[in-house]
């Protein structure tokens, strides 16, 4: 699989194998986090969410890992099929607030 | 089951002028929040609305406002159209308002100004 411990704004994937999409928040008091997909043409649609008191929530094929040491959040997906290609973001938000503050995305591709 | 319908789909207009968007959100849901979101960046929060009362408003210019309806539609009015608003406005709707109730988003309307 492809692991990126850096936040890029493209990832190419072969088709099958994992993908690690990274992102870095920016509020040390966000305590929910939201990955969401987003298709050419469509809005975002959600992915998976995770709570600041859980370091790890699985999904189907996707799993979200919460390190709030580094404040770094990361999205894996399971045998990436070509439907997975889209624009990945994470969002954070906390307590007191409620809008969402979105990352700035990080293109998929999965090749055949 | 209807997801988030937003109208129009695409829009084309001019500097100096005025823009109404629309957002009709799911069935049972009652508050509506507005994103915008310019090429190549993600969405950034202007407003979210709960049972017709403003809950939450991003940093936008007063040039842009918006209102909830009695049947829990919404619409963004930007006033003073400038290049700059060139973008995809999205709607997104949640049982109620709170950033914990899941917003589940509309496919947007793309503003052009000119």
């Known amino acids: 699989g492809e692991s990126v411990g850096l936040h890029l704004p493209t990832l190419s994937v072969q088709e099958g194998d994992n993908s690690i999409i990274n992102c870095a928040y920016s509020?040390?008091?966000?305590?929910?986090f939201i990955w969401y997909k987003q298709e050419s043409g469509k809005g975002p649609q959600f992915i998976i969410d995770?709570?600041?008191?859980?370091d790890k929530r699985q999904g189907q094929r996707v799993t979200v890992l919460l390190n709030k040491t580094v404040k770094h959040l990361s999205l894996q997906i399971a045998a990436t099929q070509p439907g997975d290609s889209a624009v990945y973001f994470c969002a954070e938000t906390w307590s007191n607030d409620y809008k969402l503050s979105f990352g700035a995305g990080t293109t998929v591709t999965v090749r055949a | 089951d209807a997801g988030v319908t937003q109208s129009p789909t695409h829009l084309i207009k001019t500097r100096g002028q005025h823009v109404t968007l629309r957002c009709s959100p799911i069935?049972?849901?009652?508050?509506v929040s507005w994103y915008q979101q310019v090429l190549g960046q993600g969405p950034q929060f202007i407003f979210q609305?709960?049972?017709?009362?403003?809950?939450g408003r991003g940093n936008f210019p007063d040039r842009f406002s918006a209102r909830q309806f009695p049947n829990y539609s919404s619409e963004l009015n930007v006033n003073a159209l400038l290049l700059g608003d060139s973008a995809l406005y999205l709607c997104?709707?949640?049982?109620?308002?709170?950033?914990?109730?899941?917003?589940?988003f509309g496919p947007g309307t793309r503003l052009t100004v000119l």
């Open positions: 609305y709960y049972e017709k009362e403003e809950r």
């Open positions: 997104a709707s949640s049982l109620a308002g709170g950033r914990r109730n899941e917003q589940f």
């Open positions: 995770i709570r600041s008191n859980m």
């Open positions: 069935s049972g849901h009652k508050s």
């Open positions: 509020n040390s008091a966000s305590d929910y």
